[in-house]
């Protein structure tokens, strides 16, 4: 844990130095913006001045690092609050969409490429590998306003838009899972052919192990850490996919207000946000590392 | 001594600020219950669905309309708005200005209080005017001000506010959103953070705020008995939805009630639908190309004639807006006080390539068209006007930026460090008046901090000077007109294309809900059904 904390820091760096690198190359100036058209340049310049951006970039840089390391991310630029705060008020929305998400993309995506492995060749692996090729290449955006229009417009199940109550969710949580359970699945399917041929399966079922038993315990059970691995991968692409599915369904979190800091050029939060989604990300990715061990004896020795 | 006596008409009005060069379309919100079944009884919430949160309720920083969307509720000016544009009494009950044309003497509205309970009164007026015009505090808005001298207190409802020179689009300013009137004490104690949240946020308007989660929702309560009456809708919430598509979606599934900024080709199947109503108001915003008149051959006049020529703005408008938009008349949209009706230019080609072949480029000449998504359709038109171009042997390039690359041509500079040649604009000046409306825009200036293009001609900025302190209406409605000619015909500053309609869509059973020409929404009478 401490050697995965070790790796941890470093990337972290890493993040901060490219991400302020990056914002202060793309051409936009957050005073311009923040000041509308109608300022006058002495307004404009006063904006820049308070904001510290007449100030040398190095010198910009070493208060940006110097705050951040005391969890200081400073005030933003658009709304004048402070970005941890507006991170605060956001981060939940974000999470619970992960979360959810990478559930079903657990959930789903192993049960189908386990029936999809244990049924090799025949119709319902076909079928499977169909659809979770649809899945996985269908644009999310499309997917989401397809089951807006679907569970919202035409059948009226479920709410088009927000983030209030569980019923908000399922339509973003399988638009953002399902994509990821087709990867899941067809990653699944692949690992478990491999091992179904194996001896010790074959001595499993020799004993009197159910068939059932030798699929989930014996073979899936051997699985299990490139699954973790893939999975921990995937909440990369996950939080990613949180920009897109957040505007869309118009929840309020940390990927939308992204889009937002970006339009504004608003420094402080772009770069406060995307520390912290890189910390979310570094974190999963070291608990995957982290329980590798106990889930495979072998790697304990 | 008084030159006029204006008896004031309590309609509602929403002041807002559109950005003069900025964005048109806007986002207000409405608001209705969610999921409320089908009773035909009158619900008390009303969702409106705009692409953006507000940025800000400080009505003194606020440059956005979304901001100034839900300002219009909460706040009220001495003068404002009504749907027509035309200027009413709101917290002033009578104005007139003495014959100095300097010194305009405001009579208050007596019983009139802030949502705290604080009473609103002269004192109120004149720390709401020092608090913008205070350097220190370093509000966006300063610079809608700088006419004015100072406010004094005559008696407790009385007021004498005080230009610096006698200024013809005064009344204009006073309906301005950012004209509105704080409620002192809550200004007192919040200091810059007034308008960040919904404690820091008090004004005299018919709905006062309740709670504001960021990116989720903000919540309107009315104000029982208010001196404009109760609003029949008790609850407003303005839920921001960014996907065009989306914010239609959640219409047609009855989650929101109203929505703003409508994707145009979305219109015409709404409208068919039978359970959404479109409502559409002339605004006081244009689609226009400017030209930037130091660029060579755009500096020559014949050649920015031939582009005005070469456009057909009649099939832009019937083919990419579907027909939501009417071809341009004139430098101003007719919403606008002073406007004057110059008639559409029609595509005469060969009066475009005869003006091409005098400048001196008979096969026409490569440029470049600046474009961005932000405006509506705003790639579609810069293809649209290169593709009508190329006819005449001009060869447009478009490059598409974002809005904060854009911005960036547009922030001060000079003409050396400008490499736009013909750029994209969406003009509206938000107090829709013609001072406002063409004086930043293109009289003469160093650097383009307003005057985009960098568009000089010394007839227009002469008339522009008198007009703006010419305080006789007929010599200045006679000045714009003279300003008008020449900027939309005789010495192009812009191709423009259309004036826009504002346009928001409601769920059938929506009612009086009121779009107003400055790209907001006021549902102070809205009926939910």
Not at chain 1, 267 to 296: E, K, R, S, W
Request: charged share 20%; proline share 6%; with cysteine.
């Amino acid at each position: 844990m401490a050697a995965a904390l070790g790796r941890t820091v470093p990337v972290l760096v890493g993040v901060s130095v490219v991400v302020f690198l990056i914002v202060h190359a793309i051409p936009g100036d957050p005073a311009v913006i923040a000041a509308g058209l109608e300022a006058s340049p002495e307004t404009v310049e006063r904006i820049r001045h308070d904001l510290g951006l007449d100030r040398p970039l190095p010198e910009q840089f070493v208060t940006f690092i110097a705050r951040a390391a005391q969890g200081e991310l400073g005030t933003s630029i658009r709304t004048g609050s402070p970005v941890a705060q507006e991170i605060a008020a956001r981060l939940p929305f974000t999470v619970r969409l992960a979360f959810w998400s990478i559930l079903v993309a657990a959930v789903v995506g192993v049960l189908a490429g386990t029936v999809s492995a244990v049924r090799h060749n025949r119709a319902i692996d076909h079928a499977v590998m169909s659809i979770t090729l649809l899945a996985v290449s269908t644009p999310s955006y499309w997917v989401a306003l397809m089951l807006m229009l679907v569970f919202s417009v035409w059948l009226g199940l479920l709410p088009a838009i927000g983030g209030g109550t569980p019923a908000h969710y399922v339509l973003p949580v399988a638009t953002l899972g399902l994509q990821s359970a087709g990867q899941v699945a067809r990653m699944t399917r692949a690992a478990l052919l491999d091992v179904l041929g194996e001896d010790y399966l074959r001595t499993a079922r020799a004993k009197g192990v159910s068939e059932v038993r030798v699929i989930a315990r014996h073979a899936l059970g051997n699985v299990l850490v490139p699954l973790s691995a893939i999975l921990g991968l995937r909440f990369g692409g996950l939080l990613a996919g949180t920009v897109l599915v957040e505007s869309v369904f118009a929840i309020p979190g940390v990927g939308r207000m992204m889009v937002d800091a970006v339009i504004a050029r608003d420094f402080p939060m772009i770069q406060g946000g995307v520390l912290v989604v890189a910390t979310m990300y570094v974190a999963v990715n070291a608990v995957t590392d982290a329980i590798a061990p106990v889930l495979d004896p072998r790697l304990r020795a | 001594m008084m030159l006029r006596r204006i008896a004031a008409v309590g309609a509602r009005s929403c002041g807002a600020a559109l950005l003069v060069g900025g964005l048109i379309a806007v986002g207000c919100g409405g608001g209705s219950t969610g999921s409320a079944g089908g009773s035909a009884a009158v619900r008390d919430t009303l969702i409106f669905a705009a692409p953006a949160d507000a940025t800000t309720l400080d009505p003194h920083n606020t440059t956005d309309t979304e901001s100034d969307q839900v300002i219009g509720m909460v706040f009220e000016g001495l003068l404002g708005f009504d749907e027509k544009m035309k200027i009413v009494g709101r917290l002033a009950e009578t104005w007139a200005v003495a014959p100095d044309g300097v010194t305009w003497t405001f009579h208050l509205r007596h019983g009139v209080s802030f949502h705290d309970g604080t009473p609103f009164n002269a004192d109120a007026v004149r720390r709401s005017f020092a608090r913008v015009l205070d350097p220190a505090q370093k509000h966006k808005r300063l610079s809608l001000f700088v006419m004015l001298d100072r406010v004094d207190v005559v008696d407790d409802y009385t007021v004498n506010i005080v230009t610096k020179y006698p200024f013809g689009a005064f009344e204009p300013t006073m309906a301005h959103i950012s004209a509105t009137i704080l409620n002192p004490t809550v200004a007192d104690r919040f200091g810059a953070d007034f308008g960040r949240s919904a404690p820091a946020t008090s004004g005299t308007g018919p709905y006062r705020v309740v709670s504001w989660k960021k990116d989720q929702e903000i919540v309107l309560e009315r104000v029982e008995n208010h001196w404009r009456g109760t609003a029949p809708t008790r609850r407003l919430i303005y839920r921001p939805i960014p996907e065009g598509a989306a914010r239609v979606l959640a219409l047609e599934a009855g989650d929101v009630d109203v929505i703003s900024r409508v994707p145009p080709p979305e219109l015409k199947r709404l409208e068919a639908s039978g359970r959404v109503t479109v409502l559409r108001t002339a605004s006081i915003g244009a689609q226009q190309f400017r030209f930037n008149v130091t660029k060579k051959p755009l500096n020559d006049v014949r050649v920015r004639q031939a582009i005005s020529y070469a456009i057909d703005r009649r099939a832009i408008v019937d083919r990419l807006l579907t027909g939501f938009a009417t071809p341009s008349t004139s430098a101003l949209t007719p919403i606008m006080r002073g406007y004057a009706n110059l008639g559409e230019i029609a595509q005469d080609l060969e009066k475009a390539r005869t003006l091409l072949a005098e400048a001196g480029y008979p096969n026409g000449f490569q440029t470049k068209i600046a474009t961005t998504p932000r405006y509506p359709m705003g790639v579609e038109l810069a293809e649209a006007v290169a593709a009508q171009l190329k006819v005449v042997g001009i060869d447009a390039a478009i490059q598409v930026y974002d809005w904060g690359t854009m911005v960036q041509f547009w922030q001060g500079l000079p003409p050396e460090k400008n490499g736009q040649e013909i750029f994209i604009m969406g003009a509206g000046a938000s107090t829709a008046d013609a001072d406002w409306g063409l004086r930043p825009i293109f009289m003469t200036a160093p650097t383009n901090e307003n005057n985009y293009g960098y568009y000089s001609n010394a007839e227009f900025d002469r008339v522009i000077q008198a007009a703006m302190r010419e305080t006789d209406e007929v010599k200045r409605l006679a000045l714009y007109k003279r300003a008008q000619q020449i900027v939309y015909r005789e010495d192009p500053g812009a191709v423009w294309l259309f004036d826009n309609f504002y346009i928001v869509a409601t769920r059938t059973g929506v009612d009086a809900v009121t779009p107003s020409p400055l790209g907001v929404v006021t549902f102070e009478r809205a009926v939910v059904h």
